[in-house]
């Protein structure tokens, strides 16, 4: 397997369930992300995770909580989620923090909290 | 402040034509990278091209090329003999030292639609 692979890729949840997307990348790079595209929204940038330590949280709400486990997983546990969190989810992977090196995303999970 | 600007919200093009999106940028690094990426309606961001602000020929990738003119801070992707499988959004990104190291700055993207 190639690239960098989530799932599910798609997810309906209500506001009381607890799910979690799960991401994984196959290119043996260091940092990995978390992004939200919505509706007519450029991307967001959520979480950022280098050498499985948290570098970036840019102002995430407490009801999404990422975790990484080794270099190469991401998660991103979700509870109590609102309507308006309906979005993609894309995550995205990168050699190091260069600041310049490409990344490369996954395919998301389209999310609707119903 | 670092910002990407992608002043069309929507291209045709017919069938083996080529096409030009356009992207301006603003950035006070001095070092910078610039990136384009295709967006199917299946959602995934594929990665096309890249510039590094160092380079001094303009990058080229297959049919995609990008005009990069950095007076002007611009960073126009270039589709050559346009197919009918490059209908997709079209995002213009960069990364610098001053966005943090990691974070990437993103515009609001180019729908390009390819006419048969």
């Known amino acids: 397997e190639t690239g960098v692979t989530q799932t599910p890729r798609h997810l309906v949840m209500g506001m009381t369930n607890k799910k979690s997307l799960k991401c994984e990348q196959h290119?043996?790079?260091?940092?990995m992300y978390w992004y939200k595209q919505s509706a007519k929204k450029p991307l967001e940038l959520m979480f950022v995770y280098n050498f499985k330590e948290q570098t970036e949280n840019n102002s995430v709400p407490s009801r999404f909580s990422p975790e990484c486990p080794n270099s190469s997983h991401l998660f991103l546990h979700l509870h109590t989620l609102q309507p308006e969190d309906s979005a993609l989810y894309l995550c995205a992977s990168s050699q190091d923090r260069s600041g310049i090196d490409t990344q490369y995303f996954g395919p998301g999970t389209r999310l609707t909290v119903l | 402040a670092q910002k990407i600007t992608q002043t069309q919200p929507g291209m045709f093009v017919q069938e083996k034509e080529a096409v030009t999106l356009d992207c301006t940028y603003d950035t006070s690094d001095q070092s910078y990278g610039l990136f384009w990426y295709k967006q199917p309606s299946s959602g995934e961001m594929i990665f096309l091209i890249y510039q590094g602000s160092y380079d001094e020929q303009n990058a080229t990738e297959g049919r995609y090329s990008l005009n990069f003119q950095k007076a002007r801070k611009s960073a126009n992707l270039v589709i050559s003999a346009s197919q009918l499988g490059d209908s997709a959004m079209y995002f213009c990104?960069?990364?610098?030292?001053?966005?943090?190291?990691?974070?990437?700055?993103f515009g609001a993207g180019t729908r390009l639609f390819v006419k048969a």
């Open positions: 290119l043996g790079h260091n940092a």
């Open positions: 990104a960069m990364r610098g030292v001053s966005t943090g190291g990691f974070k990437t700055i």
